[in-house]
């Protein structure tokens, strides 16, 4: 019962993340909207609620402790910048081909991770060699290593290894521990952080917010979604049977085209559809390995 509670709560946070993924996606191609201003917002107003709530239920310490924390100072630098180059992806190309330039850096990953490490998973990286190249013909059709696409794809994959690698650093001393409580509020102190770093890019960019009742709305659903999302992806991570969960993390990408493609009309092919599920599935086999 523990091990399907756990399955539920990571197909949770794949959908919402992947409901995250198309909502900005709506946001900044469709309707336009100022990457740096709805980052801000998106970040201000999950910080805010997290903020609130713990204060009510006193653990204002925690929250103090947390926010003026070198880690979370450092580490919210980190993920903002990440967080604005896929943004800007997700504004510029469709689900599935921001999807396809993270699915690159699944193979990196543990070659980086070996360096550093001094240990080579060799069955793993083999895994996702093959995970890499059944992609390849994707990654040709759609063009990712084109001059543009190629600069996008550089900055999503160095982004994303070196959220991982400063991830593990930051956040391992919970995860060692199985602080689950820690984790939550840490997570509040970095996204408290990735606010603050985004302001010295809105007041060089503007002079006055332009905010409205449509915005608010869709800004709470996104914030309500980021917290679920954030504690139920630390939830299954941090449980013993985050070997089972991790292939249903792995397929966020997945629903989030699935999702785009029903929501916004964008074009998925069958042979597109079940290349990506072959992807994700070796990504899956590739966390028993």
Sequence with gaps: MDSLFVIAVACFSSLSRASINVIDRWQFAYKKECVIQITFFNNLFPVFLAVVCSLLLGYGNLVYKNIFCLDAFFFGAIIQVVAITFSYAIKKY???KVTLMTRASDFFMPIIFGFISGFHNINQIAVQLIGFLITVPL???FKIFELNSLYFLVLIVLGVTA???FGKYFMGNYFSHNNFEGLIFFTIGVI?????WTLPMLFYKFKTLNFSIALLKITLLRSILTLGTQISFIY???SIFVDIALPILNLTGLFSIVLASLLMKE????HVLGLIFLTFLISGVASYV
Excluded: H
């Design 94 to 96: 469709e689900l599935l």
């Design 139 to 141: 990654f040709l059709r």
């Design 163 to 165: 959220q991982a690698i």
């Design 192 to 196: 408290f952080w990735r606010t603050i």
């Design 236 to 238: 299954t991570i941090n």
């Design 267 to 270: 074009k998925l092919g069958d």
